[in-house]
């Protein structure tokens, strides 16, 4: 039986349609990032939201197989730790896209109206209406918005139901992409900082997206420009735009900070947040019940996937080309012991396989082996492939398509 270790909180019915798979669940979701290590066990799926994942963990985890992130972004996670133990790590992309958007939006217009800053009035009995009567409001006004991946689009969807010019820029969008959603097309990020009223940031974070949010962007925004970011912290250069904020009037809307807690419940102290221009909240975008539901629903479909075809939906880990030099075809009769002497064979010749598949024709009594080689094997390896008739009935090889 497959044992499931869940070490962040997931919906109860959710946990209970894992173990409606036959799953051993333990569901532990007050275990640390330093507490895994010590828990992990026989656990061969983890299952994770924020907790982080490190190279401790994944080195005491005996029989881990894979990771799942109950989410999208996969920065909490060792990826090369899990690669050099044959890990697999998959995520639940896009589904808290709506859930983040919302949020984006949120903040957007709590900056706007000044809406925290009303009720925290109200609530030591002030009356400030005078005072907080002066906003903008945003039709009309020009959103950028920076990654047009899910949440990009989920986020643009709702700018133009509230009558926004909506402007897009990401490295994989092209003009007539931006077109087909309705949205104007952005050739670089400078343009966009420099042209909208709303700067909103949805991007992974990896080696180039890290601090791309610095002085020259910031400096490029308008005065009282909002700065929306509820990707990761680190997109953004959090000195620079402090000094963007007290210098220019930026104003800042902030679901992700720098060096933020990993845990839940924790004590928390930054310069940034208690600067009157910031709207903050703690890390919850994809926090809503439905988009927990969903991701949950997501990382099931995944662990079935797994547990029915072999198959790791969403897998991230995985080289994407093979280099081999050649590939070896093997058509053969569909019995047991066949691939097992051809893999015998290679094995002698010293040569060894980077990929294979194999594909089994109606009836279930042949099929044709794809195995992808560092080396070109020797005639005499075919001839004696071909010399197995009882199990192999053609061999031969064709150049690699890597």
């Given at each position: 039986?497959?044992k499931v270790l869940i070490a962040d909180k997931l919906p109860e019915e959710k946990v209970d349609e894992m173990e409606a798979l036959g799953l051993d ?378």
């Open positions: 039986m497959f669940v333990v569901n532990a979701p007050q275990l640390t990032a330093g507490e895994l290590p010590a828990n992990i066990n026989e656990a061969n799926i983890l299952c994770v939201r924020s907790t982080k994942v490190t190279k401790e963990t994944i080195n005491a985890a005996k029989d881990l197989i894979l990771i799942i992130r109950v989410g999208s972004g996969v920065n909490t996670i060792d990826l090369d730790a899990a690669s050099q133990k044959g890990i697999y790590v998959a995520n639940c992309p896009g589904k808290n896209a709506i859930a983040v958007a919302e949020l984006a939006m949120g903040l957007m217009l709590s900056i706007d109206r000044q809406i925290p800053q009303c009720t925290a009035d109200l609530r030591a009995n002030l009356w400030n209406k005078k005072k907080y009567a002066k906003a903008d409001g945003i039709k009309g006004k020009t959103i950028g918005i920076a990654g047009f991946g899910r949440i990009g689009r989920a986020v643009a969807q709702r700018a133009l139901a509230f009558e926004m010019n909506v402007m897009a820029w990401d490295v994989f969008l092209t003009p007539e992409g931006a077109k087909q959603a309705g949205v104007q097309y952005c050739d670089t990020l400078h343009d966009l900082c420099s042209q909208a009223d709303v700067i909103t940031a949805h991007l992974p974070l990896t080696d180039e997206t890290n601090g791309l949010f610095g002085p020259q962007q910031f400096a490029a925004m308008k005065p009282n420009a909002i700065f929306i970011n509820t990707s990761r912290g680190e997109i953004h250069d959090e000195e620079a735009l402090l000094q963007a904020m007290n210098e220019r009037g930026l104003r800042a809307g902030l679901d992700v900070f720098h060096n933020e807690p990993s845990s839940g419940d924790h004590t928390f102290d930054a310069p940034i947040l208690t600067h009157p221009n910031l709207v903050g909240t703690h890390h919850i975008g994809a926090s809503t019940n439905q988009a927990q539901l969903s991701v949950a629903s997501e990382a099931i479909r995944i662990i079935r996937g797994f547990l029915e075809h072999g198959q790791i939906a969403n897998c991230v880990n995985l080289k994407t080309q093979v280099k081999s030099t050649c590939q070896l075809i093997v058509r053969h009769f569909d019995k047991v012991g066949v691939l097992a002497a051809v893999m015998e064979q290679l094995r002698e010749a010293d040569i060894n396989i980077a990929e294979m598949s194999n594909t089994v024709f109606h009836g279930a009594q042949t099929a044709v082996a794809t195995i992808q080689l560092n080396k070109v094997p020797p005639d005499s390896l075919i001839e004696q492939l071909e010399s197995m008739n009882d199990m192999v009935i053609q061999a031969m090889v064709t150049q690699s398509k890597s």
